[in-house]
């Protein structure tokens, strides 16, 4: 089974901030990496498919990089309602394996 | 538009077993795989199974291999979630999620469905 090791679990910062949380998968997927931001009581929302590619409706401050094995999500210019907790799903193989990262909470500072 | 409704609240004792359902909506039923994953309380997100639609094949996670089912009933474009031999840390919300266009994860989710598991 392909693990995802998702940092940091935590962070702290403020609007306008730039910011980055990695994953790392245990062995290469290519770019078979989604991106999900997660508010309370709600249903995750995907925010970038096949590792960089932006999914429809979500603001260009957004954006992912990696393939293989190290993999990111990085937040420009911060905005107030992205502070929430954010998820990297790995989907490799024939057929797909599924593995979600531990979670990163995206605190105010 | 793209619509999935789950059933509602549930709570268990342990030992039994849960179904939850999904009911899709707005694209054709057979066309995209569906997932299952669920989130305990305070916890991450976890990975159930997946059936496709079309050819019923599935597949799920290692740990549930023995206690997951995994079923549809096309003709009400409804997918089942059955969970076996229930123990308190199976308590969590569970969602159903649908396979995107293009690739292999997810974009459409439920509700979320919370089950309960208390002696």
């Known amino acids: 089974d392909i693990q995802m090791t998702q940092s940091p679990s935590s962070l702290s910062a403020s609007v306008g901030d730039t910011v980055t949380i990695n994953c790392r998968a245990s062995q290469g997927i290519r770019s078979d990496l989604a991106w999900y931001q997660q508010k309370p009581g709600k249903a995750p929302r995907r925010l970038i498919y096949?590792?960089?590619h932006l999914a429809d409706a979500v603001p260009s401050r957004f954006s992912g990089s990696g393939s293989g094995t190290q993999f990111s999500l990085t937040i420009t210019s911060l905005q107030p309602e992205d502070f929430a907790t954010y998820y990297c799903?790995?989907?490799?193989?024939?057929?797909?394996?599924?593995?979600f990262g531990q979670g990163t909470k995206l605190e105010i500072k | 538009q793209v619509h999935l409704a789950q059933s509602g609240p549930e709570m268990k004792k342990p030992g039994a077993s849960v179904t939850v359902s999904c009911v899709t909506s707005?694209?054709?039923?057979?066309?995209?795989?569906l997932h299952w994953v669920r989130q305990a309380p305070g916890q991450g997100l976890e990975w159930l199974g997946w059936m496709n639609t079309y050819n019923y094949n599935k597949n799920c996670a290692r740990k549930f291999q023995d206690r997951l089912v995994l079923t549809v009933d096309p003709s009400t474009a409804t997918a089942y979630m059955k969970l076996t031999g229930l123990s308190h840390d199976d308590t969590a919300v569970y969602f159903c999620a649908r396979e995107s266009v293009g690739t292999t994860d997810m974009n459409y989710w439920g509700q979320g469905t919370p089950v309960v598991v208390s002696s």
């Open positions: 096949s590792a960089s």
């Open positions: 799903l790995q989907h490799h193989g024939h057929p797909p394996d599924f593995s």
């Open positions: 707005g694209y054709t039923f057979s066309s995209y795989t």
